[in-house]
């Protein structure tokens, strides 16, 4: 996805400095903030500490669990502490 060969991982008309995770990291954390989900769920998910950083201060939570199929290995989830308090009753 991100070289200049091109298979069917490839972005297709994508500019190369909107796949970079200091611009779509970004770009992710201001739609998550914008949407104020109570759940997040993130595939895949190897940027969790940079995603951290900006969904913390607004009151989120992550945990995150192995996923021995997944070339990355980590399934990702955030929850707003409202929800997560409403799981522990």
Same mark, same amino acid.
């Given at each position: 996805?991100?070289?200049?060969?091109?298979?069917?991982?490839?972005?297709?008309?994508?500019? $190369?400095?909107?796949?970079?995770?200091?611009?779509?990291? #970004? *770009?992710?954390?201001e739609e @998550?903030?914008?949407?104020?989900?109570?759940?997040?769920?993130?595939?895949?998910?190897?940027?969790?500490?940079?995603?951290?950083?900006?969904? $913390?201060?607004?009151?989120?939570?992550?945990?995150?669990? #192995? *996923?021995?199929?997944?070339? @990355?290995?980590?399934?990702?989830?955030?929850?707003?502490?409202e929800y997560?308090?409403?799981?522990?009753?």
């Amino acid at each position: 996805a991100y070289t200049d060969t091109i298979n069917e991982k490839t972005f297709i008309k994508v500019d $190369k400095e909107c796949l970079q995770w200091t611009y779509r990291g #970004i *770009k992710i954390c201001e739609e @998550i903030l914008r949407f104020e989900p109570d759940i997040i769920g993130i595939e895949e998910c190897d940027q969790l500490e940079h995603i951290m950083r900006y969904l $913390k201060p607004k009151g989120y939570e992550s945990f995150y669990q #192995i *996923k021995s199929t997944s070339p @990355i290995g980590k399934i990702a989830k955030a929850l707003s502490e409202e929800y997560e308090e409403e799981i522990k009753m």
